[in-house]
């Protein structure tokens, strides 16, 4: 069954070029020769020559000229009468030469189709392979065929196939990891809201019984510094609850340029001594919870500030089925300690007291909560640049929603 | 079965033509010559007559093996070329023998030409001393219709032809190739360097040694 195919073709091309080969010698072999040899012309240059010899008897000033005529008319005369003698030989010749040529001619075909035969099947051989992987889960596959043919055009489904299933893997390990994390923090902030209340109603009634019994200031002032770390301890127990209660977004249809314009108008006023800016674009848009998504541009932006940027710039552009926002400081860079795991809840390098952490984390949820995602692009001494990714709205979806 | 005794009769018929003909004799001549003498009257052959006139150069290839006992063999041969001036309305006719041209004339008639065949005593070997020994001897004469030159001139003229017509095709123009060779140039040389000399009719006799001869 593997050489049926093959087999056939061959055979085709073999009766093809039989057919060529007794159509063209059927028309033209010996055809030229037949005609330089037909007696009717072997007749008239017979004649001719007579002619000549007469005219020279009845004229015999112009012998000469007639004698001339006669021996080039005697040449050809001769040539056609050895060709006529050879024509079965130079017929037979002929024939082999193009029996010769037509079986090289097949034998060449044959030889290129049973090499393309056996790439493609090599071909078709690695896609096998591939689809096999895919099939047992492997992602970030290569193929390695290249073309525009079929088996070309499988092969780049399959790498973009596992390229995305790689994508989605990593999503939700990521949101595995923060579900985890919110889950732990939740309870945390369970178990520690309880007895806070109940400390600070005691730190009041200590408060009031103080001032009763006269207590001097000093003893006044320790107890204010004590209900200081305790309302701290509150914040961090806040910060625990709205990590654990990220609400689900809220999607609709947004201008994402309009967004980030907004948002840095705004923010600018906030950091006033950093240099803000948003190249303009046309209008892209994206199915987002606008609050979310300006949360997580502070998040950014907060971050950038605190490790010293002059300079933030916020630029979104689009490719095939993403909206792409870029955030890009002159900051110091993130520290190599926490780069791998920046988007982990308390990955942080900052002093005791001065954050938990939970920015990135959040911004991470937030993104993977609207099908997007969020990576640090590059980041050194001289900045950093992370990437948002969150799908466009398609004009089918847009006309939906309109 | 009608059909083989047609054949068997027309093959009988065929060597009893040839037979008429009479068979050349070996003559030992001067200077331990083997000579052919007593050629057969070929030109009355309708196909050699018809062709004789044609103007090309009928050559005539004749021929002697001998195979002797002791395993020696001997063989010889002579050449005859005949060619029709077509103007003059002559025969010039030139014999070679084994040892070179032996005689050129020109001949008025077909006549003549036959009496000057008739006469010929072609020397076709030098027979080498050794012991006496009779035997028969294989006599063959080829008419090759015609002569090495014009055969070179035709393919030439038939390779030009064909270059001139392809030349004609590719460019508009006829003139001739000069120094490219091309795959159909190629083919065309082999198409021409068919032109091959064959025999237009072959005789064959046996003819018993001459006595006295000591080959």
């Known amino acids: 069954m593997k050489f049926r195919e093959p087999i056939l073709v061959l055979l085709l091309m073999v009766v093809g070029a039989t057919t060529l080969f007794t159509f063209f010698h059927r028309q033209l072999a010996g055809a030229s020769l037949a005609f330089g040899t037909q007696p009717e012309v072997l007749q008239a240059l017979s004649a001719s020559l007579e002619d000549q010899r007469q005219l020279a008897r009845l004229d015999p000033a112009g012998e000469t000229t007639y004698r001339q005529r006669f021996d080039e008319l005697e040449t050809t005369l001769h040539r056609l009468q050895i060709l006529e003698q050879s024509r079965e030989e130079l017929t037979r010749r002929y024939e082999l030469l193009l029996l010769g040529l037509t079986g090289l001619s097949v034998l060449l075909v044959a030889g290129g189709y049973v090499l393309l035969q056996a790439r493609q099947q090599a071909r078709l051989n690695r896609v096998d392979t591939a689809i096999t992987a895919l099939a047992e889960g492997r992602t970030d596959l290569k193929v390695g065929i290249q073309g525009r043919d079929t088996a070309g055009r499988i092969a780049a489904m399959i790498e973009r196939t596992s390229k995305a299933m790689a994508l989605d893997r990593q999503r939700l390990a990521a949101l595995r990891n923060l579900s985890a994390w919110q889950e732990a923090s939740r309870r945390q902030a369970h178990e520690m809201r309880t007895p806070l209340t109940g400390l600070q109603l005691e730190l009041d009634r200590l408060d009031e019984l103080l001032i009763q019994l006269g207590a001097n200031r000093n003893v006044r002032d320790r107890l204010d510094s004590a209900r200081q770390e305790l309302a701290r301890l509150a914040d961090f127990t806040t910060g625990f609850a709205g990590f654990a209660r990220l609400p689900e977004p809220k999607k609709r249809d947004h201008d994402l340029v309009a967004l980030v314009a907004e948002f840095i108008d705004t923010y600018r006023e906030a950091w006033p001594e950093v240099d803000l800016r948003y190249p303009s674009s046309e209008p892209i848009s994206a199915q987002v919870d606008r609050d979310l998504i300006r949360q997580v541009l502070v998040n950014l932006c907060d971050n950038a500030a605190q490790a010293g940027a002059q300079s933030i710039t916020v630029e979104t552009t689009k490719d095939t089925s993403n909206v792409v926002v870029e955030v890009a400081d002159d900051g110091g860079g993130v520290d190599a300690t926490v780069a791998t795991r920046l988007f982990e809840p308390y990955a942080t390098t900052r002093d005791l007291g001065q954050g938990m952490g939970l920015g990135l984390a959040i911004s991470k949820k937030v993104l993977l909560d609207h099908g997007g995602d969020i990576e640090l692009v590059a980041t050194s001494s001289a900045g950093t640049i992370f990437r948002l990714t969150l799908p466009r709205t398609s004009d089918t979806q847009k006309e939906a929603t309109s | ?215």
Do not use: C
């Open chain 2, 1 to 215: 079965m009608r059909r083989l005794a047609v054949v068997l009769t027309l093959l009988l018929a065929a060597a009893t033509s040839r037979a008429d003909l009479g068979e050349p004799t070996l003559e030992l001549g001067q200077g331990d010559r083997l000579l052919v003498t007593n050629l057969p009257a070929i030109f009355d052959d309708k196909e050699i007559a018809e062709h004789l006139t044609s103007g090309l150069t009928t050559t005539l290839v004749l021929t002697v093996k001998t195979s002797l006992s002791g395993a020696t063999k001997l063989e010889g041969g002579a050449r005859i070329t005949i060619r029709f001036e077509l103007w003059d309305e002559v025969f010039n006719v030139t014999a070679f023998g084994s040892m070179g041209p032996l005689q050129s004339t020109v001949l008025e008639s077909k006549e003549q030409l036959t009496a000057w065949w008739r006469s010929l005593r072609l020397p076709v070997m030098a027979v080498p001393d050794g012991e006496g020994i009779r035997g028969r001897a294989e006599i063959t004469l080829d008419v090759l219709p015609f002569s090495r030159s014009e055969e070179l001139d035709t393919e030439r003229w038939f390779s030009e032809s064909v270059l001139r017509a392809e030349e004609g095709r590719r460019s508009g123009v006829s003139h001739p190739t000069e120094g490219k060779e091309s795959l159909a140039e190629v083919l065309d040389i082999l198409i021409a360097t068919s032109i091959r000399r064959r025999s237009l009719t072959s005789y064959s006799w046996t003819s018993p040694w001459p006595e006295g001869s000591t080959p």
